[in-house]
T-cell receptor, first 113, second 111 residues
Framework: GAVVSQHPSWVICKSGTSVKIECRSLDFQATTMFWYRQFPKQSLMLMATSNEGSKATYEQGVEKDKFLINHASLTLSTLTVTSAHPEDSSFYICSFFRGYEQFFGPGTRLTVL | RKEVEQDPGPFNVPEGATVAFNCTYSNSASQSFFWYRQDCRKEPKLLMS???SGNEDGRFTAQLNRASQYISLLIRDSKLSDSATYLCVVNTAGGGNKLTFGTGTQLKVEL
């Protein structure tokens, strides 16, 4: 099956710093990738849809200037959390569809001190 | 009202038990339905799709009731390895491939 990798697996940073998360599809070219966020004991919430070669589409309430998405190639999408604050601490997961099945990356756990 | 609602649990059951989870969705235009499994601190993984006629995969049976906007998952002969959070997921028509996730139901299977 399709494989999605994410890096880093976890990151701890100080408040005010920026963190970049990479999502790669390893055996499939994805024109569209999705970025989700999951807070403890809550559901996955779609943050944005990342389209290769064009601007990402953000969900209501998600600040596009804070969560920068770049989908420069068919196998790589990046999410940068700019000026991270403790409330941004969460589990960030990318995914893409192949056929009817959605494949998720292993997730990145971000902790902002 | 949440788009997809589930009882968060946890459901603590003995090994070998049969357990059922329910899920309701609010958008009657929803087209596709899934159950995902999520282990602690891991990504969700597709357990099974849910079809209108109901479907079974080994010890797992999924049912859909469109009239009541209700989905269920039945697990027979529970194993310790079934301990996880089960996410009800809905894909609404016109939303492309945008999925809406429930908060999940936590299952703990004990000896």
């Amino acid at each position: 099956g399709a494989v999605v990798s994410q890096h880093p697996s976890w990151v701890i940073c100080k408040s005010g710093t920026s963190v970049k998360i990479e999502c790669r599809s390893l055996d499939f070219q994805a024109t569209t990738m999705f970025w989700y966020r999951q807070f403890p004991k809550q559901s996955l919430m779609l943050m944005a849809t990342s389209n290769e070669g064009s601007k990402a589409t953000y969900e209501q309430g998600v600040e596009k200037d804070k969560f920068l998405i770049n989908h420069a190639s068919l196998t790589l999408s990046t999410l940068t959390v700019t000026s991270a604050h403790p409330e941004d601490s969460s589990f960030y997961i990318c995914s893409f569809f192949r056929g009817y099945e959605q494949f998720f990356g292993p997730g990145t756990r971000l902790t902002v001190l | 009202r949440k788009e997809v609602e589930q009882d968060p649990g946890p459901f603590n059951v003995p090994e070998g038990a049969t357990v059922a989870f329910n899920c309701t969705y609010s958008n009657s235009a929803s087209q596709s339905f899934f159950w995902y499994r999520q282990d602690c601190r891991k990504e969700p993984k597709l357990l099974m799709s849910v079809y209108s006629s109901g479907n079974e995969d080994g010890r797992f049976t999924a049912q859909l009731n469109r009239a009541s906007q209700y989905i269920s998952l039945l697990i027979r002969d529970s194993k310790l390895s079934d301990s996880a959070t089960y996410l009800c997921v809905v894909n609404t028509a016109g939303g492309g491939n945008k999925l809406t996730f429930g908060t999940g139901t936590q299952l703990k299977v004990e000896l």
